[in-house]
């Protein structure tokens, strides 16, 4: 009859034999599973390091805009005993062909002065080198 000490001991060794297996697949399936470097000698970004930066970890934008608008009404008279100001009609088709951010203003009110910007911000900068 085997001791108890020999028993455990062949338990250990399986175990660590099934561990080191088990290891074993995992790392060849990383590799068969791993893309080709790139021709141009490009180096990829490992697993490990697209997970660091995952949800734009480590990027800081800071968009600082400033815009001046001005504009003056000056020596304008509504003249009348019933003024309309009519209605603003933009029939189908109107903006057919057009493409982009479009910012558009429209008014039927007399003596207005219609101000409007708009800033578009696309960043495309890699994030700096880290320490």
Same mark, same amino acid.
């Given at each position: ?12 060794? *399986? /175990?660590?034999? =099934? !561990? #080191?297996?088990? @290891?074993? %697949?995992?790392? *060849? /399936?990383?590799? =068969? !599973? #791993?893309?080709p @470097?790139? %021709? ?26 400033g ?13 009348g ?26 008014n039927?009110g ?20 880290g320490?």
């Open positions: 009859m085997k001791s108890v000490t020999q028993v455990r001991g062949i338990l250990i060794a *399986a /175990a660590v034999l =099934a !561990s #080191a297996s088990a @290891a074993s %697949a995992q790392q *060849a /399936a990383l590799t =068969a !599973s #791993a893309p @470097a790139p %021709a141009d000698g490009t180096e990829l970004l490992s697993l490990e390091d697209m997970g660091a930066l995952s949800g734009g970890t480590g990027v800081t934008v800071v968009v600082d805009t815009q001046v608008l001005t504009a003056t009404n000056t020596g304008n008279s509504v003249t005993d019933v003024v309309g100001s009519g209605q603003v009609n933009i029939g189908s088709g109107a903006f057919s062909g057009y493409d982009g951010i479009g910012n558009f203003v429209i039927t007399h003596n207005n002065n219609l101000q409007s910007s708009m800033n578009v911000s696309i960043v495309l900068a890699p994030p700096a080198p320490p």
